[in-house]
């Protein structure tokens, strides 16, 4: 079965500070991988896109890892601020009946305080 | 340029009574999607339109029905709201259906069924 699994559920982190999420799954075939950024009461924004070939993404102070063999990605947050508290969400794309299909994790809220 | 609008924003239903959420968009996508969001799940898919004109059932699209008005407009219809449609809405448009690109969210809409 296609499933996205995210941990931790939630994490709560001083503002400064590193943190690192993470995301396996097990779609196949596999197309991509992408890190949405959702804010309480909005919809998901796009942090970043991976492909099957690429290990490492930097948005800003986002970087995404994919490890393609393990079927496994972190988003690492740098220098934490107030403004990154939301719930972030891994969706990998899969390619299953003639048609990309995208599976969603349930998301881990992070919650920065000051 | 305003992306992706959904209206109504909330919306508190009595179990029995229907309802239209509306969803427009102004990047010229052929794809649009209504997604559903539950706490502690990832995004559900319940109906999904890859041109206009087409429309084709998604995971949970029990007790929905959808409508490609035009390729700007893609409306929900809960025909008799239950319970367990209470739930946050969205709608996006663009994404990997069948061209792998970014998909846009918009706000949500937030349905309580009593």
């Known amino acids: 079965k296609n499933q996205v699994e995210q941990s931790p559920q939630s994490l709560i982190i001083l503002e400064g500070k590193n943190c690192t999420l993470q995301?396996?799954?097990?779609?196949?075939?596999?197309?991509?991988l992408r890190w949405y950024k959702q804010d309480t009461g909005r919809g998901p924004v796009s942090l970043t896109i991976m492909t099957f070939s690429e290990n490492t993404k930097s948005n800003g102070r986002y970087t995404a890892t994919l490890d393609a063999d393990t079927k496994q990605s972190s988003l690492h947050i740098t220098a934490s601020q107030l403004s990154d508290s939301a719930s972030y969400i891994c969706v990998v794309i899969g390619f299953m009946d003639s048609n990309y299909q995208l599976i969603w994790g349930a998301g881990t809220k992070l919650i920065i305080k000051p | 340029n305003a992306g992706v609008t959904q209206t109504p924003k909330f919306q508190v239903l009595k179990t029995g009574q229907s309802m239209t959420l509306q969803c427009a968009q102004d990047?010229?996508?052929?794809?649009m999607y209504w997604y559903r969001q539950d706490p502690g799940m990832g995004l559900r898919l319940i109906y999904y339109s890859a041109s206009e004109g087409t429309t084709d059932k998604g995971e949970v699209p029990n007790g929905y029905n959808v409508s490609r008005l035009n390729k700007r407009e893609f409306s929900l219809r809960l025909e008799s709201a239950a319970p367990s449609q209470t739930s946050v809405y969205f709608c996006?448009?663009?994404?990997?259906?069948?061209?792998?690109?970014?998909?846009?969210f918009g706000q949500g809409t937030r349905l309580t069924v009593v």
């Open positions: 995301c396996n799954y097990t779609v196949s075939p596999f197309s991509n």
């Open positions: 990047m010229n996508h052929n794809s």
């Open positions: 996006a448009s663009g994404g990997p259906r069948r061209e792998n690109t970014e998909a846009f």
